[in-house]
């Protein structure tokens, strides 16, 4: 028998513990492809961060350090300068990321740091049960915006790669999505590259991946899929919006 799709290397043989239809766990198989693929496995550090996604330490097989509440970037900065033969990289939520850790992701591209992000931007905090979120659409209903997130009183959704790409610190920016094998394929190639950006020394990478939580969206997970497609794309577009080696990605 031909095997057509093995599971990568650096992803432990485990089951996940996530809500059904949630996407984390194709954002981890991603990351633990790319890592295969680039040969770097024994040279990987990852820094979890909080939420649901916390637990990527149990499913990825690379040593991990865990730095709660958005300070992953500024954690995953100290061990490239301590170790910077390491690949290192930060596993975000948007409530962890965009929120709480929003100087600490600015001032760590401004800065250049070779790490790179992978960023899970579900519009809701996931984990403590749904608020509101810096990504949270207009108009979109929360534990903390039951009549819908209003823009004069809460501000619109905070579009990070867009922000980040403008600085001189960051080689790679991408937003993809992981809502179809197409996308997911689109996706793969982004963190790729994103690693790339680090393991040539050419600055910062970061790939925003839109991903589902069915649970808080109040949605079957195929029906979550398609409002990700429907309302979450429109609001953040997808593709390379910075790649300084000029390959598109
Ligand atoms: C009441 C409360 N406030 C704050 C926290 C800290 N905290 C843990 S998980 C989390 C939200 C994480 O959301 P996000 O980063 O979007 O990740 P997701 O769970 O959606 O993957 C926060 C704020 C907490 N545990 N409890
Ligand atoms: S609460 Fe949302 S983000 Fe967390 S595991 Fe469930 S579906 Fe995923």
Same mark, same amino acid.
């Given at each position: 028998?031909?095997?057509?799709?093995?599971?990568?290397?650096?992803?432990?043989? !485990?089951?996940?513990?996530?809500?059904?239809?949630?996407?984390?766990?194709?954002?981890?198989?991603?990351?633990? /492809?790319?890592?295969?693929?680039?040969?770097?496995?024994?040279?990987?550090?990852?820094?979890?961060?909080?939420?649901?996604?916390?637990?990527?330490?149990?499913?990825?097989?690379?040593? $991990?350090?865990?730095?709660?509440?958005?300070?992953?970037?500024?954690?995953?900065?100290?061990?490239?300068? !301590?170790?910077?033969?390491?690949?290192?990289?930060?596993?975000?939520?948007?409530?962890?990321?965009?929120?709480?850790?929003?100087?600490?992701?600015?001032?760590?591209? &401004?800065?250049?740091?070779?790490?790179?992000?992978? $960023?899970?931007?579900? &519009?809701?905090? #996931?984990?403590?049960?749904?608020?509101?979120?810096?990504?949270?659409?207009? #108009?979109?209903?929360?534990?903390?915006?039951? $009549?819908?997130?209003?823009?004069?009183?809460?501000?619109?959704?905070?579009?990070?790669?867009?922000?980040?790409?403008?600085?001189?610190?960051?080689?790679?920016?991408?937003?993809?999505?992981?809502?179809?094998?197409?996308?997911?394929?689109?996706?793969?190639?982004?963190?790729?590259?994103?690693?790339? &950006?680090?393991? /040539?020394?050419?600055?910062? #990478?970061? !790939? /925003?991946?839109?991903?589902?939580?069915?649970?808080?969206?109040?949605?079957?997970?195929?029906?979550?899929?398609?409002?990700?497609?429907?309302?979450?794309?429109?609001?953040?577009?997808? #593709?390379?919006?910075?790649?300084?080696?000029?390959?598109?990605?």
């Amino acid at each position: 028998m031909v095997e057509v799709t093995a599971r990568p290397r650096s992803l432990v043989d !485990v089951p996940l513990h996530y809500c059904p239809g949630c996407t984390h766990g194709i954002i981890h198989r991603l990351v633990a /492809e790319a890592i295969d693929s680039l040969g770097i496995r024994e040279r990987t550090i990852g820094v979890a961060s909080v939420g649901c996604s916390v637990f990527i330490y149990n499913y990825l097989d690379v040593d $991990f350090q865990q730095a709660p509440h958005g300070r992953a970037p500024a954690v995953a900065t100290g061990i490239k300068r !301590v170790l910077p033969d390491r690949v290192v990289f930060t596993y975000q939520g948007d409530g962890d990321l965009a929120s709480i850790g929003a100087a600490e992701i600015l001032h760590a591209a &401004a800065r250049g740091e070779r790490i790179t992000v992978i $960023f899970v931007n579900n &519009a809701i905090y #996931g984990m403590t049960g749904g608020q509101m979120a810096p990504t949270t659409l207009s #108009g979109m209903k929360t534990t903390t915006t039951p $009549f819908g997130r209003e823009i004069r009183q809460a501000g619109g959704a905070l579009r990070v790669v867009e922000l980040l790409a403008g600085m001189d610190g960051v080689a790679y920016a991408a937003r993809e999505a992981v809502t179809s094998p197409a996308r997911i394929h689109r996706a793969r190639r982004a963190v790729e590259a994103a690693f790339r &950006a680090q393991i /040539e020394d050419r600055g910062l #990478g970061i !790939v /925003e991946l839109l991903s589902t939580c069915p649970v808080n969206w109040k949605l079957p997970p195929v029906e979550a899929v398609a409002w990700c497609e429907a309302n979450m794309i429109p609001a953040f577009p997808l #593709g390379v919006l910075k790649d300084t080696t000029g390959s598109g990605g």
